[in-house]
């Protein structure tokens, strides 16, 4: 009875508050009596949505638990068949494994809704499987190396990173297109809201082709040699690329050089992974280490070793980590929260070393492509209980499929508004108030290149030849009249107003006239 | 003074008549189409004398009182003229002015004489009639035209022979006869104090004129005889004539003498109803009505009308203000404003009246009223009406009819009664037998008849298994659903009763007759069913059940069955506990033993259960027998210890079974048993004998343990996490991890040593803080207005220009940020997306994304809160009549 909340009771807001408190003590009294009528009313309307909002989650009522441990028991010492055994049937039943030897390390890829897992074996084995049914969507041998697949934005359409190029299948496993300018990419990404397929690999070139258009958005040269590991951030679409030196760059479309980067570790990069929420990193390296940075500060906050280096990391909605370090799987819980002494699951393929884990949305399911073919783990809590229809619906029709895309597609962002701060956009612009020029300024920026910083450049040579010496020297020397004394003391004047001058350039301050300024003019 | 004044007037008086004498001579004499010079002549004629008079008039009133105020009045009465002769011709107008201002002129003397009058108390009949002629004219002195002409002429015959009398004033007797005569031609309206009524002589004031010239024409006579004689005695004429163009002769109706006096409603309504209250508001009341003020300018007058009214519109504006301030303020405005609430109509909703709104309504009412089924008063009528057609002895016998039924229907619910209470079974046995006895006589009756079919039909049904829901119409019935058609549900219904009952038939019971006699019941089946082999069986002739095996199989069978009767026999007679404690150990063999080996471990300890389950059955049956409460006490714990044994054996046996378990033989009620022995809770409130069963279990664990085992297997993974698992978190573990780890550490340090990242990536960091600060240019030529000469010094003078880079040093946002390097650069791509100024309502940054952060999207608020910050501002009902917004105050 606990749970339901009586009416009376306040109900807690503050995971639903928007905007720093600062914003909103700051801008309370204007003069305006009709703005500030108009701030109260968004401030009302701000208070009502926050309430609202709060109130919903009465809705939310499935709730994630985790393994507990009893007495001396250790949550990591729960082996997958324990914990198939006590859990209920239907879950039990999203176990299984697929032995698939023939074909080599297996990479794996869920739909955005979870409903379609996609694997690619290195040796050309592409299928796409409905996982909980076990129907076999489409199965392809492509007789060549595959690096990578992308399931799209929905689960009828996935891109396989190949031997030379990328190409874009659909479910039924028809090619459809070949995309000539993703040459050689061993990475693939999809950023769902612009509708960007993004590829990276041993060219060094970072690559965003719009799907929904089919142009190539943009490309950029890393310049940090081969990339080894590409993720997204969920949170602001920026693409993380782990390379071969230990740093990790961040990518928007928009620039050509990084938003930031970051050297992790002392080897090259071997994964990373970036929290749902975008505000935190794992990065493992080469070196053994795992690294956790905090996005919002840049700042490491723990570092974890890994026996052998870390192949593959991913972090669940609910902020599991699982590492893949050659055959294990290890589970960490709560390791962005402060530093964990031991792990919250562990698994063990043995004699099959790990190439990819991912987390299947909304499910308490891990899926690993591995040496020997393809397998998924129960891992509780793992997955995000309530989710939200409009925004993925894990049991969609096809209809609704339908419907999501044209709307999906009508709420495509433009590459544009990708930056590491995605709440700028719609803002005002700070440094605009500086660029503005007032009205006086702009007949300055009309005439370009007269720059008053820039002082004339004029030869430092004084002019010898003035008019009056000319005119003395030309005059006989022993001829002494009226006009040559009045020119003589003419240059003399010339001659002390130049010193002055010349005094005042060079700072020296000008000595004091002993006579005053009543006498100095007899001088 | 009077003399000479009263002289001077009437000798121009004398001089006017004289005039119009003159001019109505003129008139008579000179043809209509006179040319225009002797009009024109005569004009100005008239215009001397007019103005003379004029000047005369002036000269007199020179030295008067009320000179002021009588020329203010001619002001204003020059005034109303003109605005009356815009109406008017010009003559009219010459005519009215010249006239008017002889009025004035005339009143003028009139009052003086009046004061003077006043003062000196003369009485003198000539101004005692004018007086009179002016002040009053009594309604009943109002005379008919033609008497007023006999009247006229008695006048004029009056005067001469006044003239005559009076010689000596004669002027004065010319005078009044003037005065009639003016009094004549302006019908009244000349003194202010007139009330004559106008009204007649107006009508007829053409003929007057004609009249009066006729008069006149008359009166030449007398005039030229006096003419002579005012001439003569006419000592000044007026020397200072001046020409003025008045024109003063045209007279008609519109040029009507009103000496400056204003026609009040007064005057007019008292003309035609003396009835009238003096008092009714149109009615302007008293003489002294006040000259009105000067009416201000029209540009003040119009200003002031404004301000009045805009003030009156601001008043009522004023009303709306609230309203209007509310509807501004509303966030959402629905039109209607208040909409008459409707009910939705549906099947549920009550409604009163059953008035057919709709057409299908309509038709079934109109079907109903025709067929007169819808009032049911008209069913009482009808009825009424058929009761009321009986003769009274019909009505009596009916009733009588009714009475004895009701009677018989009484009794015979009470004998129902009776009977229902009667308890004796043999009475119930004896009424079952009789009711079927007749059932069987009317139904023997059919039976009897087609007997032959009746079996045929059986044997059908039989046959064909119609009467189960095995058939394809049984199934499409049950698959479209029983309920849809009540004769198909009737149908199948009664098919299945009759399958039921032939199945009874079949098992040789009559129907109802199911009674649980236990073993004997069984017994007496099988006798029939010997009886019936013979007959029946035999007669089905070739078929399965008719082969040798089959007849073998079923012997076989039934023999056991009777073993078992016998069993069961017994032990109803004798408790049977012998027989139970006997133990049939040999019943495994009995049962089981059929030439194959059985390896489950099942078998074994089946036949432990089956011991024990005689075991029970003893017990209970002991139980059952001691019936005294003491017996049942003493005999408590040995039930106890029984059990507790019981449960030893059963684990022993389970130990056992364990012991030889071969995994590939195992079933799978077997582990199921197995798993639900590991999750055995044992706690405070268990029983002493589960915690013993408990401990058994384990111990007997402990002895197999050697044994390979699941639950052994289980033990044994978890020793191996112990050895496989890095990440444990046992002290020793963790020690021997960290060693290794530090070699690891060590390791990677030499591994990495040759190139050291974190070095190159400072350097990048310190590079880009120098590219992307700000910087300075030193733009001095070198050698530029230099000597090249060795000795010279080089000059001081710099010229340096500052770039402004993009961040400065200082300001870097990875300033204190190991290892990052933050790309300080604007996106220009970005910028689009932010605006370059606060927008316009907004004063400050602060309240513009104050206002913003608040999402709309129904992806990020509740729906609730969506739809309210997506509602428009105004919505209007499709289809609906906008009523123009309503002040609330009407």
């Known amino acids: 009875m606990s749970h339901i909340v009586s009416a009376?009771?306040?109900?807690?807001?503050?995971?639903?508050?928007?905007?720093?408190?600062?914003?909103?003590?700051?801008?309370?009294?204007?003069?305006?009596?009709?703005?500030?009528?108009?701030?109260?009313?968004?401030?009302?309307?701000?208070?009502?949505?926050?309430?609202?909002?709060?109130?919903?989650?009465?809705?939310?009522?499935?709730?994630?638990?985790?393994?507990?441990?009893?007495?001396?028991?250790?949550?990591?010492?729960?082996?997958?068949?324990?914990?198939?055994?006590?859990?209920?049937?239907s879950t039990a039943a999203k176990k299984f494994d697929l032995k698939l030897e023939e074909f080599g390390p297996y990479t794996i890829d869920y739909s955005r809704n979870g409903r379609e897992l996609l694997i690619a074996g290195r040796k050309g084995h592409v299928a796409s499987i409905d996982w909980r049914t076990g129907a076999l969507g489409c199965e392809l041998n492509l007789n060549e190396t595959c690096h990578a697949i992308k399931s799209l934005h929905n689960d009828q359409y996935f891109a396989v990173a190949q031997k030379k190029y990328t190409f874009i299948y659909d479910k039924t496993g028809l090619e459809l297109h070949r995309l000539k300018q993703h040459i050689d990419s061993t990475l693939l990404d999809f950023l769902p809201y612009h509708f960007l397929l993004v590829s990276a690999g041993n060219t060094g070139f970072l690559k965003y082709h719009d799907v929904s258009t089919g142009t190539l958005v943009s490309e950029y040269r890393t310049k940090l040699g081969p990339t080894q590991a590409m993720k997204q951030n969920p949170w602001n679409a920026v693409m993380h690329l782990g390379h071969g030196n230990g740093t990790v760059s961040l990518w928007s479309p928009n620039m050509s050089t990084p938003l930031a980067k970051i050297q992790s570790s002392r080897g090259p990069v071997r994964d990373l992974a970036i929290d749902r929420e975008g505000r935190y990193m794992a990065v493992s390296g080469a070196d053994k280490q795992l690294k956790i940075w905090d996005l919002r500060k840049f700042k490491e906050i723990d570092t974890y070793f890994t026996p052998t280096p870390a192949t593959s990391l991913d972090i669940s909605d609910n902020g599991l980590l699982s590492v893949g370090w050659g055959p294990h799987v290890t589970v960490w819980k709560d390791v962005f929260?402060?530093?964990?002494?031991?792990?919250?699951?562990?698994?063990?393929?043995?004699?099959?070393?790990?190439?990819?884990?991912?987390?299947?949305?909304?499910?308490?399911?891990?899926?690993?492509?591995?040496?020997?073919?393809?397998?998924?783990?129960?891992?509780?809590?793992?997955?995000?209980?309530?989710?939200?229809?409009?925004?993925?619906?894990?049991?969609?029709?096809?209809?609704?499929?339908?419907?999501?895309?044209?709307?999906?597609?009508?709420?495509?962002?433009?590459?544009?508004?990708?930056?590491?701060?995605?709440?700028?956009?719609?803002?005002?612009?700070?440094?605009?108030?500086?660029?503005?020029?007032?009205?006086?300024?702009?007949?300055?920026?009309?005439?370009?290149?007269?720059?008053?910083?820039?002082?004339?450049?004029?030869?430092?040579?004084?002019?010898?030849?003035?008019?009056?010496?000319?005119?003395?020297?030309?005059?006989?020397?022993?001829?002494?009249?009226?006009?040559?004394?009045?020119?003589?003391?003419?240059?003399?004047?010339?001659?002390?107003?130049?010193?002055?001058?010349?005094?005042?350039?060079?700072?020296?301050?000008?000595?004091?006239?002993?006579l005053g300024p009543a006498l100095a003019r007899f001088k | 003074m009077v003399q000479r004044t009263s002289k001077k007037r009437s000798s121009r008086k004398i001089l006017d008549a004289y005039q119009i004498a003159q001019r109505a001579e003129n008139g008579q004499n000179s043809d209509d189409s006179a040319n225009d010079a002797s009009d024109d002549d005569l004009v100005v004629r008239d215009g001397v004398m007019d103005a003379s008079r004029l000047v005369g008039k002036k000269k007199k009133t020179k030295g008067r009182k009320g000179k002021d105020s009588d020329d203010e009045m001619e002001d204003e009465e020059i005034d109303s003229d003109e605005a009356l002769g815009s109406d008017d011709d010009y003559d009219v107008l010459n005519s009215k002015f010249s006239q008017?201002?002889?009025?004035?002129?005339?009143?003028?003397?009139?009052?003086?004489?009046?004061?003077?009058?006043?003062?000196?108390?003369?009485?003198?009949?000539?101004?005692?009639?004018?007086?009179?002629?002016?002040?009053?004219?009594d309604e009943s002195q109002l005379v008919g035209l033609s008497e007023a002409w006999d009247m006229d002429d008695k006048d004029l015959a009056k005067v001469n022979k006044d003239s005559k009398k009076n010689n000596a004033d004669g002027e004065i007797v010319l005078n009044d006869d003037w005065e009639s005569e003016s009094n004549n031609e302006d019908s009244g309206s000349d003194s202010e104090d007139d009330s004559e009524s106008e009204e007649e002589e107006e009508d007829e004031d053409e003929d007057e004129e004609e009249d009066i010239f006729g008069n006149g024409s008359d009166e030449d006579v007398d005039l030229k005889s006096t003419l002579s004689n005012i001439q003569s005695k006419l000592t000044k004429p007026s020397k200072e004539r001046k020409r003025l163009l008045t024109e003063t002769q045209n007279e008609n109706e519109f040029s009507l003498p009103t000496k400056g006096a204003k026609l009040s409603l007064n005057d007019m309504i008292a003309g035609v109803d003396s009835s009238v209250n003096s008092n009714a508001i149109l009615i302007d009341k008293g003489e002294k009505v006040k000259s009105l003020a000067t009416p201000l300018p029209k540009r003040i007058q119009e200003r002031h009308d404004r301000k009045v009214a805009y003030d009156i519109t601001k008043e009522e504006v004023g009303k709306w203000e609230d309203i209007v301030q509310q509807n501004r303020q509303a966030e959402v405005l629905s039109f209607p404003m208040n909409p008459s609430v409707k009910h939705n109509d549906s099947a549920l909703t009550f409604k009163s009246d059953n008035v057919p709104t709709n057409e299908l309504e309509k038709k079934v009412h109109n079907l109903l009223t025709d067929s007169a089924l819808l009032d049911d008063k008209k069913e009482a009528t009808f009825e009424e009406i058929a009761t009321a057609k009986l003769s009274v002895d019909d009505l009596k016998k009916r009733n009588n009819e009714l009475r004895l039924m009701r009677e018989l229907m009484f009794r015979e619910e009470k004998r129902a009664k009776r009977i229902k209470k009667i308890k004796s079974k043999q009475y119930h046995k004896i009424q079952k037998k009789e009711r079927l006895r007749n059932q069987e006589l009317v139904e023997g009756s059919d039976m009897e008849s087609d007997g032959e079919e009746h079996d045929a039909k059986r044997a059908q049904e039989r046959m064909t298994l119609k009467h189960k829901t095995q058939s394809q119409w049984a199934k499409s019935m049950i698959k479209s659903g029983?309920?849809?058609?009540?004769?198909?549900?009737?149908?199948?219904?009664?098919?299945?009763?009759?399958?039921?009952?032939?199945?009874?038939?079949?098992?040789?019971?009559?129907?109802?007759?199911?009674?649980?006699?236990?073993?004997?019941?069984?017994?007496?089946?099988?006798?029939?069913?010997?009886?019936?082999?013979?007959?029946?069986?035999?007669k089905l002739g070739k078929g399965v059940l008719n082969m040798d095996f089959m007849k073998e199989a079923e012997r076989r069978s039934k023999a056991e069955n009777l073993k078992e009767l016998e069993f069961l026999r017994q032990v109803e007679e004798n408790d049977g506990r012998e027989l139970l404690e006997d133990g049939n150990n040999n019943s495994v063999n009995l049962t089981r033993n059929q030439g194959r080996r059985v390896y489950t471990p099942s078998v074994s300890s089946m036949k432990n259960e089956m011991d024990e389950v005689d075991r029970r059955a003893v017990q209970e049956i002991e139980i059952d027998e001691s019936k005294s409460l003491g017996k049942r006490l003493t005999k408590d714990p040995k039930i106890g210890k029984s059990l507790k044994k019981a449960e030893e054996s059963d684990e022993v046996a389970e130990a056992d079974a364990d012991e030889d378990f071969n995994p590939w033989l195992s079933t799978d009620s077997n582990t199921k048993q197995k798993k639900s022995n590991k999750i055995t809770l044992v706690d405070q409130s268990?029983?002493?004998?589960?915690?013993?069963?408990?401990?058994?279990?384990?111990?007997?664990?402990?002895?197999?343990?050697?044994?390979?085992?699941?639950?052994?297997?289980?033990?044994?993974?978890?020793?191996?996490?112990?050895?496989?698992?890095?990440?444990?978190?046992?002290?020793?573990?963790?020690?021997?991890?960290?060693?290794?780890?530090?070699?690891?550490?060590?390791?990677?340090?030499?591994?990495?040593?040759?190139?050291?990242?974190?070095?190159?990536?400072?350097?990048?960091?310190?590079?880009?803080?120098?590219?992307?600060?700000?910087?300075?240019?030193?733009?001095?030529?070198?050698?530029?207005?230099?000597?090249?000469?060795?000795?010279?010094?080089?000059?001081?003078?710099?010229?340096?220009?500052?770039?402004?880079?993009?961040?400065?040093?200082?300001?870097?946002?990875?300033?204190?940020?190991?290892?990052?390097?933050?790309?300080?650069?604007?996106?220009?791509?970005?910028?689009?997306?932010?605006?370059?100024?606060?927008?316009?309502?907004?004063?400050?940054?602060?309240?513009?994304?104050?206002?913003?952060?608040?999402?709309?999207?129904?992806?990020?608020?509740?729906?609730?809160?969506?739809?309210?910050?997506?509602?428009?501002?105004?919505?209007?009902?499709?289809?609906?009549?906008?009523?123009?917004?309503k002040a609330p105050f009407k």
């Open chain 1, 8 to 89: 009376s009771a306040p109900l807690d807001t503050s995971k639903y508050q928007r905007g720093s408190s600062k914003q909103q003590k700051k801008a309370r009294y204007t003069k305006d009596r009709k703005l500030n009528a108009g701030l109260k009313k968004v401030d009302r309307q701000y208070k009502d949505a926050v309430q609202s909002a709060a109130s919903t989650e009465l809705l939310l009522q499935e709730d994630a638990g985790y393994l507990e441990a009893e007495g001396m028991e250790k949550t990591f010492k729960f082996k997958q068949d324990e914990i198939s055994e006590a859990v209920d049937v």
């Open chain 1, 337 to 514: 929260k402060s530093k964990q002494n031991s792990p919250y699951m562990n698994h063990l393929l043995p004699g099959s070393k790990i190439e990819k884990i991912k987390y299947v949305p909304f499910e308490d399911i891990l899926g690993v492509g591995h040496q020997k073919g393809v397998s998924s783990l129960i891992v509780p809590g793992a997955g995000e209980a309530n989710y939200d229809a409009l925004e993925l619906n894990p049991y969609e029709s096809a209809k609704q499929r339908q419907e999501q895309e044209v709307r999906s597609l009508l709420n495509k962002l433009s590459p544009d508004t990708i930056s590491m701060d995605p709440s700028v956009i719609g803002t005002v612009d700070k440094r605009a108030s500086s660029i503005r020029l007032k009205p006086g300024q702009i007949n300055q920026v009309t005439t370009p290149g007269e720059d008053e910083t820039v002082p004339e450049i004029r030869p430092d040579v004084q002019g010898k030849n003035s008019k009056l010496r000319s005119h003395l020297r030309k005059k006989k020397q022993n001829v002494i009249d009226q006009r040559k004394l009045r020119i003589e003391k003419n240059l003399k004047m010339e001659k002390e107003i130049r010193q002055k001058r010349h005094r005042e350039f060079k700072g020296i301050p000008e000595e004091k006239d002993l």
């Open chain 2, 100 to 137: 008017t201002i002889r009025d004035k002129s005339k009143k003028l003397k009139d009052r003086a004489r009046a004061k003077r009058n006043g003062k000196k108390q003369i009485e003198s009949s000539s101004s005692e009639e004018e007086d009179d002629g002016y002040a009053s004219i």
């Open chain 2, 482 to 538: 029983l309920s849809k058609d009540a004769s198909n549900r009737g149908e199948l219904e009664e098919m299945l009763r009759q399958g039921e009952r032939l199945r009874t038939k079949q098992l040789g019971h009559e129907e109802g007759e199911q009674s649980d006699n236990g073993v004997s019941d069984i017994e007496a089946d099988y006798d029939n069913e010997e009886e019936d082999e013979s007959g029946s069986r035999s």
């Open chain 2, 686 to 885: 268990s029983t002493k004998l589960s915690k013993a069963s408990q401990k058994i279990s384990k111990h007997s664990k402990k002895r197999t343990g050697s044994a390979v085992d699941s639950e052994d297997a289980e033990i044994d993974l978890n020793k191996t996490l112990k050895i496989v698992d890095a990440f444990g978190s046992d002290q020793e573990e963790e020690e021997g991890a960290n060693n290794s780890t530090f070699k690891q550490k060590d390791l990677i340090k030499e591994a990495f040593a040759g190139d050291d990242v974190i070095q190159e990536f400072d350097d990048e960091k310190r590079r880009v803080i120098v590219d992307e600060d700000d910087k300075e240019e030193d733009l001095t030529l070198p050698g530029w207005g230099d000597w090249a000469v060795a000795g010279k010094k080089n000059k001081k003078k710099k010229v340096v220009r500052k770039i402004d880079g993009v961040v400065q040093k200082d300001n870097r946002k990875d300033k204190n940020l190991k290892n990052v390097i933050i790309n300080e650069r604007v996106n220009k791509k970005n910028l689009k997306y932010q605006s370059s100024a606060v927008p316009f309502p907004f004063e400050s940054r602060e309240q513009y994304e104050r206002a913003l952060r608040m999402p709309v999207g129904q992806e990020w608020t509740s729906r609730e809160t969506h739809q309210k910050l997506t509602m428009p501002r105004v919505i209007t009902k499709q289809g609906t009549v906008i009523d123009p917004l």
